[in-house]
């Protein structure tokens, strides 16, 4: 499966979920379908980041879209979903998660500079205190990680808190399939608790949580080939679907 099938799975399930919203206005089986959505986007960050030839443009287009995509998002989420006009779409959710995997990679390379520079000036260092510098470096990019999903939830970003972190998870558990589905499904669990344990494990938000991972199964057949080339199709489409959806309903 390769990254252009991935979006286009992702695009029409988060059609189908605003659609859903906009015409249905209650609770239906679209906005189950609207699940698989957003853990597909998230993928797409981390790799992205991964691929990308100049992260400065890659930023910069995430950040300018956030910014283009907000009035139709506060439009469509005011008129049909009565959340906060102080809310931010996802492509900031996004774009503190490519921030997040930017600085741990940072951090990350630069533990590994100071272990090759020592090696080539003929310091060595025995294993047991390279694990230790490995364990701080990894540690250090964590906290910061968890810093900026606290500013998402601060900021009342779409899917807040929660979305950075899977952002993250997708990019520090790359090439881990089982791992990732394993940590994927318990961060499933962790985003509907609450509601589950309030409605008395309600088949609604039993619903909500397998919907919500069942996206990792078109993951895990991503071929790591890009596809047909529709750079910036995503970027489009959510601000326009939104703005139209709000105009025609």
């Not at 597909?40 to 960050?45: L, Y």
């Not at 992260?55 to 906060?84: D, E, M, T, V």
């Not at 779409?89 to 990679?105: E, H, K, R, S, W």
């Not at 250090?140 to 998870?169: H, P, S």
Request: positive net charge.
């Amino acid at each position: 499966m390769t990254s252009f099938t991935l979006k286009i799975i992702a695009l029409v399930s988060m059609f189908c979920d605003h659609f859903g919203d906009a015409f249905v206005k209650n609770f239906s089986f679209l906005n189950l379908i609207g699940r698989i959505a957003f853990p597909i986007f998230a993928f797409q960050i981390s790799e992205g980041f991964i691929h990308t030839k100049n992260i400065k443009k890659y930023f910069l287009r995430l950040g300018i879209f956030a910014l283009i995509s907000q009035i139709p998002f506060s439009l469509f989420a005011y008129k049909f979903l009565q959340a906060s006009p102080f809310s931010l779409n996802v492509f900031f959710t996004l774009f503190i998660g490519l921030i997040g995997i930017y600085l741990f990679d940072n951090i990350d390379k630069a533990y590994k500079l100071s272990i090759n520079e020592s090696n080539i000036n003929g310091v060595s260092s025995d294993t047991k205190k390279i694990k230790v510098k490995q364990f701080l470096s990894n540690f250090i990019g964590f906290v910061i990680v968890i810093l900026l999903a606290y500013v998402a939830e601060i900021l009342n970003t779409d899917y807040g808190f929660w979305g950075v972190i899977v952002v993250f998870m997708f990019y520090v558990l790359k090439g881990k399939k089982l791992v990732t589905a394993l940590t994927f499904f318990a961060l499933c669990v962790i985003k509907y608790l609450p509601e589950l344990i309030l409605s008395n494990f309600h088949i609604i938000y039993i619903s909500l949580a397998l919907c919500t991972f069942l996206p990792i199964i078109f993951i895990n057949e991503y071929n790591g080939k890009q596809g047909i080339k529709v750079k910036y199709l995503l970027y489009i489409f959510y601000p326009l679907h939104l703005l139209l959806l709000y105009l025609l309903f």
